[in-house]
């Protein structure tokens, strides 16, 4: 289990938060894309275009946190779907408690 010091030093991993980056654009396409997405993913996905590194910034830290019983190999070596169900996990659960200025 990566120990807290661990988990705050991925924070600045350059690949990882990257990686979730893209993760989140891919979220916001797919909130785009679904006709059934609520008033708030609607907000967050549109409010994501031009900014996904700095959202990826307030997202790379629930996502390690939600990983927390994991080890940093395990961490670093996530398959990009693995960081993309993540990514959405963490995505999902924000959106259903805030509303995101447009």
């Known amino acids: 289990m990566a120990t807290y010091t661990d988990l705050f030093d991925l924070l600045g991993n350059n690949d990882l938060l990257n990686r979730c980056a893209i993760a989140v654009l891919v979220k916001a396409d797919t909130i785009v894309n679904d006709g059934t997405a609520t008033d708030n993913e609607k907000a967050w996905a549109t409010s994501v275009a031009g900014r996904s590194r700095s959202v990826a910034e307030s997202v790379w830290p629930l996502v390690l946190a939600e990983n927390k019983g994991a080890t940093v190999a395990q961490i670093t070596s996530a398959t990009d ?5 993540n990514v959405d996990t963490v995505v999902d659960g924000l959106v259903s408690i805030t509303v995101v200025p447009s």
């Open 81 to 85: 779907a693995a960081i993309q169900t």
